[in-house]
């Protein structure tokens, strides 16, 4: 039994890539890990729920206990459980009535289930812890750049500085990391630099097509995640925010709205699948000689 378990651990330390021959083991290990895992994660969302809310107001992530937006009555131990006291309390505040955004229940559930996600997906070990941060990290960038339109720089720095845990526990080579810093922020910086000055001339406003907070996200995404996740993250992104971005102007009018969120779910799954992605397309090339010379270059 014991050794069993053994055995069972060993094989969720690989991921679902690797998971076919450990069946049954497997699957008594992981229905332990899944609920501890998604317990886990709505707490830590439960902690993004403040972030996503004090940090564009620059107040303290630590000070001041949680308390009602509208009546100001603090928020009692019981009414602090992730996702479920939400539902407990249908979405009112226990004092006086007024409407809790469901928005909080949704990131904590978003972030356990995410959480699930990378464990299934990257296994038991440190990478996979790498990626839970990752993810945590996107969660906030996405929900602050929702809410303000803006990014904040540290949190992208944060999510560069991952890459150097993230060097020493994958297989993601240096050079891999250098192209991916590059390979999607210079044509972003050159769109952001020329539609800014387009849109300059014609009307005089200063907007610029792509923002420069999405310009380095897709810089600091790069170093951590390498450049053959980042292609298939910038596309995905794109075809998201295009979809979204036509139905908000059809129900709302506007024609601006923040691209931020499409591209974090753009490299959230492109950490997860990018690099099965563009592996497959690579091979789906007709293998003409310069073909094949350029894509063993990029490959070692
Ligand atoms: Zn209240």
Not at 151 to 178: C, D, G, N, Q
């Amino acid at each position: 039994m014991y050794q069993k378990n053994m055995l069972a651990a060993l094989a969720a330390q690989t991921g679902w890539r690797e998971w076919q021959s450990f069946e049954d083991d497997l699957l008594q290990f992981l229905l332990m890990a899944i609920p501890v895992v998604f317990i886990y994660g709505i707490c830590i969302g439960s902690f993004l729920n403040v972030v996503i809310i004090r940090v564009p107001r620059g107040e303290s992530l630590i000070k001041r206990s949680s308390h009602c937006m509208t009546c100001g009555a603090k928020i009692r131990i019981i009414d602090l459980i992730p996702v479920f006291s939400w539902l407990f309390l249908k979405g009112k505040c226990h004092s006086c009535g007024e409407k809790i955004s469901v928005r909080y229940p949704i990131v904590e559930a978003l972030n356990g289930i995410l959480y699930v996600a990378d464990l299934l997906i990257f296994g038991v070990n440190v990478n996979c812890l790498l990626m839970m941060i990752f993810t945590s990290l996107l969660i906030c960038i996405a929900f602050i750049d929702w809410d303000t339109m803006d990014m904040y720089i540290p949190m992208l720095l944060m999510v560069a500085a991952l890459a150097i845990p993230s060097y020493f526990v994958t297989y993601l080579p240096l050079k891999e990391r250098i192209i991916g810093i590059f390979i999607i922020s210079v044509p972003f910086l050159l769109i952001g630099e020329i539609s800014g000055a387009y849109i300059k001339k014609k009307t005089g406003e200063k907007v610029r097509g792509i923002e420069l907070g999405d310009t380095i996200l897709m810089a600091c995404a790069g170093v951590l995640l390498g450049w053959k996740a980042m292609i298939p993250s910038a596309f995905i992104g794109i075809i998201l925010a295009a979809i979204f971005g036509l139905i908000i102007k059809k129900v709302t009018g506007k024609s601006k709205f923040a691209f931020g969120p499409y591209l974090c779910m753009g490299l959230l799954l492109g950490a997860m699948f990018g690099e099965e992605i563009t592996d497959w397309y690579i091979k789906m090339l007709p293998q003409q000689e310069h073909v094949q010379y350029y894509s063993a270059f990029l490959m070692h």
